[in-house]
DNA sequence: GCAGCGCTGGAAAGCGCTTTCCCGCCACGC
DNA sequence: GCGTGGCGGGAAAGCGCTTTCCAGCGCTGC
């Protein structure tokens, strides 16, 4: 099988060219070629299926057309949602994008990153949330370093005191503004679903909700800690359940965490909102059509992993930019007055 | 910036021997190296934080560590989650996953594959499913051609004539299994929400759907295409209210269909399963917390991009292998008997 | 008329790695 | 003692491309 495959050499040897012209002319370099050659080895190209050796590329040019992305789970909406918008730009930039997941392992984090600085790679969006473990965090500012001091660029989603191209969503402002809306709806017993304590999206969204609860004179919140998932927020919602507290409106941070949360309460019997208020935060585009529909705080995800492969492609200057991506509170049927 | 990339040179040098004695240490070669040096290359390696250039690796091996994932739309769960099969096994296996997505254009997976070929990745799953265009076929066989050519593997998720490797998941049996079970809930008039026409997963199912009722003794359903989407699925049922049918038990062919006609049903008042059963197919883990319980046709799709991976990656023969997933039927609470 | 310039084409030197080929060394057997 | 292998190490030839540098040539300007 495998014929030979076509290369430079073969097309500018056919073409009665150098390799020098072939190259210039299959690679739109800044020195001009006479039209007749050019058309000839355009030509030749076309009629030997040439196709660039990659790597070859790559290897001449010190630099590649690969940009990473790093999520935690394909799978979750959220990442999807923001790797769809990664791929659009990317792709219209006519790059590739090379996808790595990390199973919430963040050192399958570090080791994501070395393999993308092993292919040159031009970019990387870290779209995982970053956790406050110092251990960890240093490991990877220390890859992050390595990676753009071999003159690659890096972005993250979500905060992250990392030095790097950053797009923050407004977390905080975010559940802070769905504390004071579920308050005007007149619940005085809130409970939130937070994920686990060490993940900084999971603590911005609590933070802010808790601020949010203060600034309409409401009690403190019970805050039950589960995995930042649909089981996560089933766990924690059974949690809630037994503790027989009085709440009336549960946060989940999460818009999955919250479906998962519903299930438990229909499961017990417990209706939403009648019974139980529950908001989650992201939409997630997919959930948007359960019943009741998913109060919750709208984050523009695709748009956001637009943002995040645009800051990393265009170079800009050596400051670290971030750009803040507000969110929108939606109350929708999930919950009611109180 | 742009510290120098440390290259092998340089750690051969270090460690005071050959190119190649240290390219033999740090590749696994065949080729034995004495301990003493092995360990002072691994040493000088390790303290000088030497990443082999991957596309260098690539060009001198003619051969390198991509694996292509091609899909219509990574934001559709379907693709998620045959996404997160694939990377699973492509990261086991220590390569790295390439993302395209084609937004359901032919022409993008063709151009996909032939910059996948550029790139010379080693093997590609085609999870987008086909069409019957006979155009767009042939320009993608041609490609596929090429890539083989070239020696990459190929697999394709969904039936595909295209004598790749494939995993075939019961589409035409599922559909007939759940008109059997829906017919024996004693619905007579059905209608179909299918995709396009051209499109062999959405035909098959219909196909299959048909054969079912046929075996049931009951009546073909009417059927209206629409688009494969969440949005197709919520005109088609629109458009089947609006023709003022009979119809009692509605099968759109996928999960995301049935949710976008529900939301449908929903607003015009219609009640699920009371006034109108509805059943999907897939069995899409994210939507199985929905409200009422959507009726499906399981498939297990991450382990459909498992077993996709796994077949282009163990060489096998030139024997094109098919893999046959069958689907199971699960009845929940949005259909009930008439 | 000639120095000087701008422009196009080609030769060749890499890019960082793998792998073939060769060399020197040692142990062994006759 | 010397031929034979086997084995570990290094030199060097690529892999397919980009890009620098140089050569040639037709013009312009004095």
Same mark, same amino acid.
């Given at each position: ?66 940009? !990473? ?30 996808? !790595? ?38 490991? $990877? ?51 939130? $679903?937070? &994920? ?36 996560? !927020? ?25 479906? !998962? ?55 800009? &200057? ?21």
């Amino acid at each position: 099988m495998s014929a030979r495959q076509v290369t430079l050499a073969e097309v500018a040897k056919q073409a009665g060219v150098s390799l020098a012209t072939a190259s210039r002319v299959l690679n739109g370099s800044t020195r001009q070629v006479s039209e007749e050659l050019s058309d000839r080895v355009l030509r030749t190209a076309e009629q030997l299926g040439y196709v660039p050796n990659a790597s070859a590329q790559a290897l001449a040019r010190n630099s590649s057309s690969l940009v !990473g992305l790093v999520v935690h789970d394909i799978t979750d909406p959220y990442f999807s949602c923001i790797a769809a918008g990664v791929t659009r730009v990317a792709e219209e930039a006519g790059l590739v994008v090379v996808l !790595g997941t990390t199973g919430r392992r963040p050192e399958r984090e570090v080791e994501l990153l070395s393999t993308l600085r092993a292919h040159r790679a031009r970019a990387v969006v870290l779209a995982g949330s970053r956790t406050t473990d110092r251990a960890s965090q240093a490991r $990877l500012a220390a890859e992050i370093d390595a990676f753009t001091e071999q003159g690659g660029r890096v972005a993250c989603v979500s905060q992250a005191k990392l030095g790097t191209d950053t797009v923050v969503p407004g977390n905080r402002a975010g559940g802070r503004a769905l504390a004071r809306s579920l308050a005007e709806l007149g619940h005085k017993k809130f409970a939130v $679903l937070g &994920g686990p304590s060490e993940l900084v999206v999971a603590r911005d969204r609590l933070a802010g909700f808790k601020a949010g609860l203060a600034d309409a004179g409401v009690a403190p919140p019970v805050v039950i800690n589960g995995a930042f998932t649909r089981d996560g !927020g089933y766990e924690a919602a059974l949690e809630l359940l037994a503790s027989k507290s009085r709440t009336t409106c549960v946060f989940a941070v999460t818009d999955v965490m919250a479906m !998962g949360a519903m299930a438990a309460l229909r499961e017990r019997g417990v209706r939403v909102p009648e019974d139980m208020s529950i908001a989650g935060f992201d939409d997630i585009p997919t959930l948007r059509d359960t019943v009741p529909a998913l109060s919750t705080v709208r984050l523009p995800l695709e748009e956001m992993g637009e943002i995040a492969a645009g800051l990393v492609l265009d170079a800009g &200057g050596d400051e670290a930019r971030t750009v803040r991506v507000a969110g929108e509170v939606v109350l929708r049927a999930s919950t009611a007055h109180n």
